[in-house]
């Protein structure tokens, strides 16, 4: 439905994307991940074409987004923080909506607004941060786009609240198959709703997978040696999630068995497997020499 090709971006001379491709389909809900500047925002905004790519294209249902504007009525892009609503009321901007998104299902927003007791009196600006959340992924939702694209939704919100926003988006999904592009700092929301997930690292796209192949390809492992072989391990280039004296826990490829049998090698009197999550396995990848 949604499909990236090859798209490449430099920001001030300054190479940030590099030949990401990605296709998304109905019901998907894709979690985008990776450290900070590694280009998460700027590729969302390409996708939306608040900013163009240097090289590639991005294709809605087959038909280029930059040809044909008006695809854009069905792809949506929540930032984290959304300026143009301030000075507007609840009836002020669905109406502007409404005009824009022909789809617009007013009586659908009014029932979110209602469920969540948000003021529809009040200006955007003066509502709590996680009132301004739950209202822009409201608007959202109810413009009826075939996509979404959330740039840290649970960023600064309560407990509470965040829980209510990550239903919104999974009730979403099944209800209507909307398919939903997600970056979060929070990894443990994107393990709870995402069903594939893709690391942002040396301005390329990697590693997209399943939740599921994630748990499968991966073991974590605690062991117990004689002696301190920290720098033994580190030769090994296997990554450390924790290290404290003899006691070590490392992540591991299950298909890598040339590192477990010289991880064996060195004599463990303790050796245990457990399964991973989906923030162990992001430490092991981004922690450069801190996983160390």
């Known amino acids: 439905m949604l499909e990236l090709k090859n798209l490449s971006k430099s920001l001030d001379g300054v190479r940030v994307l590099e030949d990401v491709s990605l296709t998304i ?7 985008l991940l990776g450290r900070n500047g590694s280009g998460k925002t700027t590729l969302l905004r390409i996708i939306q074409q608040i900013v163009l790519p240097d090289e590639g294209e991005v294709l809605f249902e087959n038909v280029s987004i ?19 609503y301030d000075r507007y009321t609840y009836k002020e901007l669905s109406g502007m909506l409404k005009s824009l998104y022909p789809d617009f299902d007013v009586t659908y927003a009014n029932e979110l607004m209602n469920r969540y007791g948000i003021p529809e009196t009040k200006k955007y600006r003066d509502l709590s941060t996680g009132l301004k959340k739950q209202f822009a992924l409201i608007m959202a939702f109810a413009s009826r786009p075939a996509v979404i694209l959330l740039d840290e939704p649970t960023d600064g919100i309560d407990a509470v609240t965040r829980r209510d926003l990550l239903q919104l988006m999974v009730d979403e999904v099944g209800e209507r198959e909307t398919a939903i592009l997600i970056t979060s700092h929070r990894l443990e929301d994107i393990e709870r709703i995402c069903s594939k997930i893709g690391f942002l690292d040396g301005h390329t796209l990697s590693n997209v997978m399943d939740l599921e192949s994630l748990r499968e390809d991966f073991v974590k492992i605690q062991a117990v040696f ?24 490392m992540l591991l490829e299950k298909k890598d068995e040339d590192k477990m049998k010289r991880l064996q090698s060195l004599g463990p009197k303790v050796w245990n497997t457990l399964p991973v999550n989906l923030e162990e396995v992001f430490i092991a990848k981004f922690g450069g020499d801190r996983r160390w």
């Open 25 to 31: 389909e109905k019901g998907d809900i894709f979690g």
């Open 66 to 84: 930059k040809k044909q504007p008006l695809a854009k009525r069905k792809v949506i892009y929540v930032p984290v923080q959304n300026p143009f």
């Open 226 to 249: 004689e002696d301190d072989l920290h720098l033994k391990i580190r030769e090994m280039g296997v990554p450390i999630l924790e290290h404290s004296g003899i006691f070590y826990t």
